[in-house]
């Protein structure tokens, strides 16, 4: 999926693991997370990749393991615009 915000990349669970670690071996350790919610969730992960914005962000559910590749925006684009339908798209995958 593409946006003007950016892409997601979608794959099977199970890749989940090779994510993680090939995005270890470009990037070196994630600015934060990944995390594992007791349901066995990954809370996912990310790396900062301008100080002007842009990120990376991974983690996976039941399903799937995704990939979000953001470009760089203003805070106030992010907070308003971008926030609210990641939390709408996450909510509604599950």
Do not use: C
Not at 3 to 9: A, N, P
Not at 16 to 34: E, I, M, T, W
């Amino acid at each position: 999926m593409e946006d003007e915000y950016g892409v997601v990349i979608r794959m099977d669970r199970e890749q989940y693991p090779v994510v993680v670690s090939y995005l270890k071996q470009a990037f070196g350790k994630p600015k934060f997370g990944p995390s594992v919610s007791e349901d066995g969730h990954a809370g996912g992960g990310g790396y900062r990749l301008t100080p002007k914005g842009g990120a990376i962000y991974f983690n996976h559910d039941t399903n799937f393991t995704d990939v979000a590749i953001i470009l760089p925006m203003s805070q106030k684009k992010w907070n308003t615009e971008v926030l609210p339908k990641l939390i709408k798209a996450v909510s509604d995958s599950k």
